[in-house]
């Protein structure tokens, strides 16, 4: 009995999940199937946004871990100086507000932006290579690490064998580092494939025109412009569907703990796996300008937008409704994942565990798969008829809470597991339970992964802005939102200076969360 | 003749100067209490762990400043001698070649030593189906194939059970008569060794050696 009532908390988490996330499906599927135009699938115009769709994020992936094994080798196989500084950099380059990016990306590459100006051409980024720029630019960076950190995993002894063998260069990439990394490959490509096929934000702002318009624009437009409906009901099924496709292929051939390989830092020595090469070394400048070059462009665009600084109320107001929407869905993710982790615990003490932790996982990564603007648009419908702005509040901080989710479970899992092996026969043995167990053990060795979760959560919602466009009323502001409209009107400065707010917000948010919880953590 | 003179090598804040002279064609044992520095000695020679000063000579040639794979060396460690995911065909012919693409000749060789190593039934298996002395069998057919004239075995079958391990020292002992190479072998046990090897390398603190025609007495406790 006391275990079903320690289980509480964990199951209503695990259905309040399941219940936002059907209850979002079902409104899609209701008016998707209430006037099914089957006619629709021999239209030419879905035809070519399908078509898009595939291609932009096809080309993303490929661009995205090809380079992104070429950076990794330039990482893995040379010691230089400013290399912890690189793998943070590659860090910061993932966790970004979108539209701040964006940004950036336009300020280098755009029509007058410096790429232009400095080499003299009229390259234009609205369309297909803008959306590829940003893509990389934020998917390269992820799949880089994760492959970095499986490189530096390759046991020494193989490197005293090569190098005994003269395994050099092309030799120990075709037989140590490409047979290791192989699955790893495969999985990262399907995962940048599925992001990409699920990014709303850049394809937005930079999509210009029908010609370059995914599914999740489409849908948007068909919600927001037309008010069709029944076709974005119809869309949304089928962006839908080919995302579980990919999502299910990917969950096949990925080893569940890619996500969050930590960095490790070798022990051995560095002569042997070191490799000299001038490639390598301009691999890895390439690596660095392309993820430096968008920053610096907006420190600059501020510094020199600083005398029109467009401080207004309306610019007080999207700050706070940010920051309670951030604070807001944080919590939320970490309370969540918290409750299902302890479910689990309590779950795992008992027979049948394996069918419940694979469904608990399953809970945490299902909105990874889910498009975030399918869900909306169910949300949206659903609440159509008694929307108020209190409402938008509460549907973006759940939208902003299951999209951190599947990091917050994650980066909690490794240390709530390491807890529970290592002290709970001491905590059984000295009768500490319940909220001794949780006062004395849990709490103060989850404490720096709760604070990188309760952070990471937070800056993840302060710079989303898919879901609020969709969900938000007309007159709703978030600082995304105005940079948006800023970027809609061509009022680069403006937009550049509200961006460098924004990424101060996240830097003020991520340290007020390390100063007040992750100070005094365990180091594990 | 391998020459090792004044050979330093830096070990937490710890010098190690090796000197000794072993004859082409000996077999050498290496012994010495644990944490001495006799795997250490191997490594350098083999040019796994980089020596601040001294001098290597193989027949008078001096080799300290090649790479590992140009050197006249070929090593065979404790354990972790073969790559896990490439099948043991692979990890022999990596040993020949980069490519793992052998001539004719190189084929016909690998299939003799495999045979007399009783592990050519083996060639297509995973290293992780293998038991401990297979595994270093296969290990040491690398080392044989590589044709390198000095052979280079640190502690090779002390995770092999006693009569296991007396085998693989008597068939390393024939191979090394059949192929003429030069063995430096480390063991904690000298007794065992004492019918095959020619002389002993004894090390001290620091890294003197004390080179013996006779197993060296331990201390009685």
């Known amino acids: ?524 | 003749m391998l020459a090792v003179e004044g050979l330093t090598i830096k070990r937490n804040q710890q010098a190690l100067c090796y000197s000794a002279q072993l004859p082409a064609g000996h077999f050498c044992a290496l012994t010495g209490s644990s944490g001495v520095g006799k795997s250490t000695l191997l490594e350098a020679i083999t040019g796994l762990l980089p020596a601040t000063s001294g001098r290597l000579l193989w027949q008078g040639e001096r080799f300290d400043q090649d790479t590992p794979g140009q050197r006249p060396v070929t090593m065979l460690f404790q354990q972790q001698n073969l790559i896990e995911h490439l099948d043991v065909f692979t990890n022999i012919a990596l040993g020949v070649s980069p490519s793992a693409k052998l001539t004719v000749q190189q084929q016909q060789s690998l299939q003799q030593v495999t045979e007399r190593l009783a592990i050519a039934e083996l060639l297509s298996c995973s290293p992780a189906s293998l038991s401990g002395g297979q595994r270093q069998r296969v290990a040491l057919a690398r080392c044989l194939l590589r044709q390198k004239p000095l052979l280079l075995l640190d502690e090779p079958f002390s995770a092999l059970d006693p009569t296991l391990r007396h085998e693989c020292l008597l068939l390393t002992h024939e191979l090394q008569q059949q192929f003429g190479l030069t063995v430096l072998l480390v063991t904690h046990f000298p007794e065992e060794v004492a019918s095959i090897a020619d002389c002993y390398w004894h090390i001290h603190e620091g890294g003197q050696i004390n080179v013996m025609s006779q197993p060296h007495e331990q201390k009685k406790k």
Request: proline share 4%; with cysteine.
């Open chain 1, 1 to 524: 009995m006391s275990r079903l009532f320690r289980c509480i908390p964990g199951i209503i988490a695990t259905s309040c999940v399941w219940l936002s996330l059907s209850w979002g499906l079902f409104n899609v599927g209701k008016y998707a199937f209430t006037d099914i135009e089957w006619s629709l699938f021999n239209d030419p115009w879905l035809q070519q946004v399908l078509l898009f769709s595939i291609k932009q994020a096809g080309l993303s992936a490929l661009l995205s871990v090809g380079g992104a094994i070429l950076l990794a080798l330039a990482i893995a196989r040379q010691v230089f100086w400013g290399r912890q500084w690189l793998l943070v950099l590659l860090q910061i380059c993932f966790a970004l507000p979108v539209i701040v990016v964006i940004l950036g990306v336009v300020q280098v590459y755009g029509r007058s932006g410096w790429l232009n100006s400095v080499l003299g051409t009229e390259f234009s980024i609205y369309g297909l290579a803008g959306i590829l720029l940003c893509h990389v630019f934020f998917n390269l960076p992820l799949a880089t690490r994760v492959l970095v950190s499986h490189l530096e995993s390759i046991p020494e002894s193989y490197y005293a064998q090569a190098a005994q063998m003269e395994l050099n260069g092309w030799w120990r990439w075709c037989w140590l580092e490409w047979p290791l990394i192989r699955t790893q490959v495969i999985g990262l490509s399907l995962l940048v494939f599925l992001l990409c096929f699920n990014s709303f934000t850049i394809v937005l702002a930079l999509g210009g025109g029908p010609k370059s318009t995914t599914l999740e624009v489409a849908i948007y437009q068909a919600l927001r412009y037309e008010f069709d409906l029944p076709l974005a009901g119809m869309l949304a099924l089928l962006q839908l569907t080919l995302a579980i496709i990919i999502a299910v292929i990917a969950t096949r051939l990925m080893p569940a703990s890619t996500t969050a390989a930590p960095v490790s830092i070798r022990s051995h020595q560095e002569t042997l796996w070191l490799a000299s090469s001038k490639w390598l070394i301009a691999i890895r400048w390439l690596g660095v300008v392309f993820c430096l070059l968008p920053l610096l462009a907006i420190l600059w665009g501020a510094g020199a937008g600083l005398s029109a600084w467009p401080w207004s109320s309306s610019l007080g107001e999207a700050t706070f409704n940010s920051l309670l929407i951030g604070f807001g869905s944080s919590l939320l993710a970490c309370l969540l994942s918290l409750a299902m982790l302890h479910f689990r615990q309590q779950v795992r003490a008992g027979t049948s565990y394996r069918y419940v932790d694979h469904w608990l996982e399953q809970t945490a990564v299902a909105a990874l798969f889910l498009p975030p603007v399918v869900l909306a648009t169910g949300w949206f419908i659903g609440t159509l008829a008694w929307r108020s702005d209190d409402w938008s509040y509460a549907l973006i901080m759940m939208a902003n809470a299951l999209m951190a989710l599947p990091f917050t479970f994650r980066l909690l899992a490794a240390a709530f597991q390491h807890c529970y092996d290592y002290y709970k026969p001491l905590a059984q043995s000295l009768n500490l339970r319940h909220w001794a167990w949780w006062r004395w053990f849990l709490l103060p060795m989850i404490r720096k992964p709760l604070a990188q979760s309760l952070a990471l959560a937070w800056i993840l919602s302060l710079g989303d802005m898919g879901v609020a466009v969709l969900v938000g009323a007309a007159d709703f502001n978030t600082l995304p939102l105005t940079i948006y409209r800023l970027l809609g009107s061509y009022q680069l400065t403006s937009a550049m200076a509200v961006s460098v707010w924004l990424l101060a917000c996240c830097g003020l948010c991520y340290g007020l969360v390390y100063l007040t919880l992750g100070r005094k953590g365990v180091s594990s």
